[in-house]
């Protein structure tokens, strides 16, 4: 079955550590994206990759990175500099992002990240 | 910069009633693509349904169907023969000719048994 897969579904983390979500897709889409949902608000986008060893900031990239070294994998670290990194993590994927916005986006399951 | 604005934070209906979620947006492009996206307790987004800025047809899937008035930047969503799968988290979102999506900040649907 093609699609997207986060783990872990829930994540635990004290305060000041760093942690990596993982978002993998069998899809063979060139673009991949990140975005939070937090309580009453839309999704906001924190970095987006249109290929292989390329990416850009979202609306909300500080405190976080990312890298895409394989088409299929896109993780995203949560930093020790990220002041509120208790939220909802959603991972997509779409068959182009750049110069045809004509794909919708293919959305993971989310992971849940609270961190104390 | 795109804004996206879901003004109603909150809708019911009856079952098998059609319900109408509003949405309006601002952009200075004019192309571009809209979508309706929703998000069960399950929390997994689903794509409902799409419709592209140079189509003066309004999209349509089953039930689902837009009403999309480009002059006016209005995209909404009517639901018809509301059925109790359909409570859910309903975004508004735009994609840009760069290929990011802005989200709105949802609708609430409620089905009434």
């Known amino acids: 079955d093609g699609g997207i897969t986060q783990s872990p579904k829930y994540l635990f983390r004290k305060e000041g550590q760093n942690v990596t979500l993982s978002c993998e897709q069998n899809l063979n889409h060139d673009a991949m994206y990140w975005y939070r949902q937090d309580p009453g608000q839309g999704l906001r986008l924190i970095y987006y990759?249109?290929?292989?060893?390329?990416?850009q900031k979202g609306d909300i990239a500080e405190g976080y990175s990312v890298s895409r070294e394989k088409k299929e994998s896109f993780p995203l670290t949560v930093t020790s500099a990220q002041k509120n990194p208790t939220a909802f993590y959603l991972c997509?994927?779409?068959?182009?992002?750049?110069?045809?916005?004509?794909?919708?986006?293919?959305f993971g399951p989310g992971t849940r990240l609270t961190v104390t | 910069a795109q804004t996206v604005t879901q003004s109603q934070p909150e809708m019911s209906v009856q079952e098998a009633e059609t319900v109408t979620l509003s949405c309006t947006y601002d952009t200075s492009e004019s192309d571009y693509y809209l979508f309706w996206y929703k998000q069960p307790p399950s929390r997994q987004m689903i794509l409902v349904i799409r419709?592209?800025?140079?189509?003066?047809q309004n999209a349509t899937e089953n039930r689902f169907s837009v009403n999309f008035q480009k002059a006016a930047k209005s995209f909404s969503l009517k639901i018809s023969d509301s059925q109790l799968g359909d409570a859910a988290m309903y975004f508004c979102n735009f994609c840009a000719s760069d290929g990011k999506l802005t989200f709105g900040t949802g609708t609430r649907l409620t089905i009434i048994p």
């Open positions: 997509a994927s779409s068959v182009s992002g750049l110069a045809d916005n004509s794909y919708e986006q293919y």
């Open positions: 990759s249109q290929i292989v060893n390329d990416f």
């Open positions: 419709q592209e800025a140079y189509k003066q």
